[in-house]
């Protein structure tokens, strides 16, 4: 469990919770303090709140062999919204035969997703992940 970086209190996975830029989380009392201006630093946001005209980049380096390669966020989220996608549509197909090609092609998607979580060298699940924010350009 996270606990806050003004008083110490655990921070649940449900709970509010707020980032700071210097990454420290505050809880929702010490969000109160800070929004008085009693505590200093920049509240980040989501992702999903950052600019419309920025794209999220995934930088990876795997820290068996060293290798280092990117991917959008764009990709891995489309990936899984099929996979959902097709295991619903084969959940509603459950007595007809076209039901399993459905879920097997949902199972495709999930393994093909899982990969951004390996290293397309070693196969290794050491790695380390970065986000990296670019400008769109028009």
């Known amino acids: 469990m996270v606990e806050c970086s003004s008083c110490g209190k655990p921070v649940g996975v449900f709970s509010v919770r707020h980032k700071l830029e210097d990454g420290s989380i505050l809880c929702g009392d010490c969000l109160d303090k800070w929004e008085k201006g009693q505590l200093k630093g920049k509240i980040i946001k989501n992702s999903e709140s950052r600019k419309q005209g920025e794209i999220k980049e995934i930088k990876c380096k795997c820290s068996e062999c060293g290798k280092v390669w990117h991917y959008l966020e764009s990709e891995e989220k489309?990936?899984?919204?099929?996979?959902?996608?097709?295991?619903?549509?084969?959940?509603?197909?459950?007595?007809?035969?076209?039901?399993?090609?459905?879920?097997?092609?949902?199972?495709?998607?999930?393994?093909?997703?899982?990969?951004?979580?390996?290293?397309?060298?070693?196969?290794?699940?050491?790695?380390?992940?970065?986000?990296?924010?670019?400008?769109?350009?028009?």
């Open 78 to 138: 489309h990936l899984r919204t099929q996979a959902v996608g097709n295991a619903m549509v084969g959940c509603g197909m459950c007595c007809n035969p076209f039901g399993a090609l459905f879920s097997n092609k949902a199972q495709d998607l999930s393994r093909e997703a899982n990969k951004f979580s390996k290293c397309p060298k070693c196969g290794s699940g050491n790695i380390t992940k970065t986000e990296i924010y670019y400008d769109k350009e028009a």
